[in-house]
Structure formats: structure tokens, C-alpha cells
């Protein structure tokens, strides 16, 4: 018998209704509380000592290069050796935005920026110990390797976002610990290495070293693997894989943030910059300069972690960023300014300081928060990318802005203070700069004043 025509209809609308239903895709590991996400969380921790250490210990290299006759042929200046360091911190924040956008775009090289930052920072810290010029130290350390560290920071803060949506301030407060933990110990350590080694031991080891600290981490960095065409956003939701969007552009607060950010950079180096020649100046022992230094990068570790940690309390983004910038700028003034000539004073700034100013980068995970909540489609992952951009921006303009402070006519004062020093104009900056961090808080204040007027 003929089958009906109502049957084939079925049979054809319906193919496989016998088959067995198919198996539901798997759940996406559960972000902020699951061991994979804790686990990516150790792996960008423990990666920012090979990605940060050269460059928070560069001071003792740049000592070392100025100091001993015949370290490097043609005895350059001092400014030259100095531009190797400044190079490299520059580089390396301003190529955030364009690595950023990269790899929001073509996820897949996300795999690839790992092993590349690897080969390209342990071969250069190898050549460098061959270098003798300070040329060729700028292209080695200045750009390639920052390069390099870059390519591996982009690819590490990009998988922590992924995996870290209302606990931002924790993952991100932490990664900002671990580069400060590494600045704490490290000229220390590069120092002793130096009078045992010279130059060009210290190097070798320095790239022996790099690659060790560096190899375990990206084990434990493994992407939040999507579902079928979609990839995890930042916020624990799916976008299509791929897609860059810049509609953060269009809000407003994130160029009044953005501002502050660019501000506060513009101050934030001058204390770790200049502490060192500030305490010679004074007569204070060689080592003072050193323990300075390292203070304000220990002091930034629990900075750094709880600044973070209060924005995931659920207060507004730019109160957090206030306390940051007056707790930075109250010591700056009341401490470095008025009893900069006693040692235990400055103790007590650079503890103060490192706290509150180092902890700034921990205020970002707020802000994320915040252009989230205004708009659900925004890429927090690129919006992190543009604000180390600022940052950047920040510290290049930093250094001649500082060279021209020390040349201005310093205050008259009738007391020893630094405010009397050669410092004095580099201070009060340092202090305005801070203040001017909290820009998008006093930009809501002022908008409700007019209102209320």
C-alpha cells in the first residue's frame, strides 16, 4: 500500500525522528569562582616578573652603563642611556591598544603571542649581552624586547578578562600586585648580579631566567573555550567570535576617564624616577635611594589588591579613582614637601605613596564595570587596552616634562624643605597630577552643582 500524503509530509519535515536526541553542548566552565578561572588567574601573576622585571630594574642597569668606563663604546651620555629604559616602558604601553584591537579581531593568534613573546624576549636579552653600543641597546631592549613583553601581556590580560566578570577588581588588582611584587625585589637582585657578572652575565642570566619564569604561566593561561561560532565576552555572556566594536568611543565618560588616566601617568614615575637622585642630593647613604624604590613597589602589592577589591563592592568608579588620587596626593605635598629632609618621613612617604598611587591601575577594573552597566555590548578586554594606551601617553610626556621641572627656579623657603630644593617645582607637580586623577569625579561634581543652580 501507497504511503499517504500527510505521512511523507512528516517523514520529510521531520527527518531522523527516530534518531536519538542529540547530546546538549557542554557548559562553559562557570567564570570568577571556578579552579580554571583561579588557575588563569596564578598564571598572569606569575608572569609579570619576566614581563616587568627587566624594565623596573633598567634604573640599576642605567647606573651601572654611566658609572663604569668602558661598559659601552663612545661613553654616551647619560640622556642616551637613560632613552633604553624610557623606550621600553613607552613601547610597551603604547603598542596596548593596536595588540589589543589585534587580537580582539583574530582571536586565533591569541595562542601565538605567547611562544613569539617567549623566543623574542629571551633572544634579545641574549643579544644584548653581546651588545656594545648604546644603539644597539635601544633596538634590543628598547623596542624589541618591549615587544616582545607586550605580546605576552596583551595575550594574558585578554584571558583574564574572559574569565573574570563581577570579580574584575580581585583578577585585575591582583595581576597589578604580581608586576609590583616583581619591581620590589628586583633591583636588589640585579644589582648583586651585576658586581658578581658584569653586564653581559647579567644578561645571559637575565634570559636563562626569563624563559623559566615564563614557560610555566602559559600552561596555565588557557582561553574560556567558546560554543560553537561564538566567543565568551567579557562579561561572561557570547558575542560573535571576532568582532571588534568601538561604540565605547561614543560615551562621553570614557573620555573624561580616559583624561584622568592620562594625568595622573603624567606625575605617577617622578617619585621612582628622582627619589634616588633626591636622596644624594641630601646626603643620604647610597643605599637609601634603593630601599626608596623598593618601598613604594612592596607597598603597591596590598595597593594594588584592595583598591581592586573595592570595586567589586559596588562603589561608584570614580569615588574609588578619589581615593587613590588623594591618598597619593596628601603624602606627596604634606610628607615629600614639607619633611622631605628627614629619612623616616620619607619612609613614611614612599609607603603611603606606593599604596595609594600604585594601586591606580586596580581603579581600571571600575571602569570596565561602568561602561558595562551603560552599555552591554562594549568589549571590556578593549576598553583595558585603551586605558594602558593613556597610560602610555602619560609616561612619555612624563620625561621631558620632568628634565624641564629640575631646571625651573625652586621655591624660596625660609625652612630646609623640599619645597627648597631643586625638587620643589617637581613636587607640586607630582602633587597636582595626582589630584588631577580624580578628573572624572570632579567633572560629576561640577555637573550637579550647575544642576542644582
Not at 94 to 123: D, I, N
Not at 178 to 190: C, E, H, N, Q, V
Request: glycine residues 12%; hydrophobic residues 45%; proline residues 6%.
Amino acid at each position: 500500500m501507497a504511503p499517504q500524503p500527510e505521512t511523507e509530509l512528516r517523514e520529510l519535515a521531520a527527518p531522523g525522528a527516530d534518531a536519538a536526541p542529540a547530546d546538549p553542548p557542554p557548559a562553559l566552565p562557570p567564570a570568577d569562582r571556578s579552579r580554571a578561572a583561579y588557575l588563569v588567574l596564578l598564571g598572569c601573576v606569575l608572569i609579570q616578573a619576566p614581563i616587568w622585571g627587566y624594565s623596573l630594574s633598567f634604573g640599576i642597569f642605567q647606573e651601572y652603563y654611566t658609572t663604569r668606563a668602558g661598559s659601552l663604546a663612545g661613553s654616551p651620555s647619560p640622556g642616551a642611556v637613560a632613552s633604553i629604559g624610557t623606550s621600553q616602558t613607552g613601547v610597551l604601553y603604547l603598542m596596548m591598544p593596536a595588540s589589543f584591537t589585534l587580537l580582539t579581531r583574530y582571536p586565533r593568534l591569541r595562542a601565538w603571542c605567547g611562544p613569539a613573546g617567549l623566543v623574542l624576549t629571551t633572544a634579545c636579552l641574549t643579544a644584548s649581552s653581546f651588545a656594545s653600543t648604546a644603539r644597539q641597546l635601544l633596538a634590543l631592549q628598547g623596542v624589541l624586547h618591549a615587544v616582545g613583553c607586550g605580546l605576552l601581556f596583551s595575550a594574558a590580560s585578554l584571558c583574564l578578562d574572559e574569565w573574570f566578570a563581577e570579580r574584575k577588581g580581585l583578577a585585575y588588582g591582583a595581576m597589578w600586585s604580581g608586576k609590583s611584587g616583581a619591581g620590589a625585589g628586583m633591583p636588589f637582585l640585579t644589582s648583586a648580579l651585576l658586581e658578581r657578572w658584569g653586564a653581559s652575565g647579567t644578561l645571559r642570566i637575565y634570559a636563562v631566567a626569563s624563559a623559566v619564569l615564563t614557560i610555566p604561566p602559559l600552561f596555565l593561561m588557557r582561553p574560556r573555550p567558546p560554543t560553537t561560532n561564538t566567543a565568551v565576552t567579557s562579561e561572561g555572556g557570547e558575542t560573535n567570535r571576532g568582532r571588534v566594536s568601538f561604540s565605547f568611543a561614543r560615551h562621553s565618560v570614557f573620555w573624561i576617564l580616559q583624561c584622568g588616566n592620562i594625568l595622573q601617568s603624567m606625575g605617577y614615575l617622578m617619585p621612582s624616577t628622582y627619589l634616588a637622585s633626591y636622596s644624594n642630593a641630601l646626603g643620604f647613604p647610597s643605599v637609601t635611594g634603593p630601599i626608596f624604590l623598593a618601598l613604594i613597589s612592596l607597598a603597591s602589592v596590598p595597593g594594588s589588591l584592595l583598591i581592586g577589591l573595592l570595586n567589586d563592592t559596588g562603589l561608584a568608579a570614580t569615588t574609588v579613582i578619589l581615593i587613590s588620587s588623594l591618598g597619593s596626593a596628601l603624602p606627596v605635598f604634606l610628607l615629600w614637601g614639607l619633611g622631605g629632609h628627614q629619612v623616616g618621613v620619607l619612609v613614611v612617604f614612599t609607603l603611603m605613596y606606593g599604596f595609594f598611587a600604585g594601586g591606580f591601575s586596580s581603579t581600571w577594573s571600575g571602569i570596565l564595570h561602568e561602561m558595562k552597566r551603560r552599555d552591554g555590548t562594549i568589549d571590556t578586554g578593549l576598553i583595558f587596552g585603551m586605558l594602558l594606551g593613556g597610560r602610555g601617553v602619560g609616561f612619555v610626556l612624563s620625561g621631558p616634562v620632568g628634565g624641564a621641572l629640575l631646571e625651573a627656579d625652586h621655591f624660596k623657603a625660609e625652612d630646609f624643605t623640599g619645597y627648597a630644593t631643586q625638587y620643589g617645582p617637581m613636587i607640586v607637580y607630582t602633587g597636582l597630577t595626582a589630584i588631577l586623577g580624580a578628573w572624572g569625579w570632579f567633572w560629576t561634581m561640577g555637573k550637579r552643582v550647575v544642576r542644582a543652580l
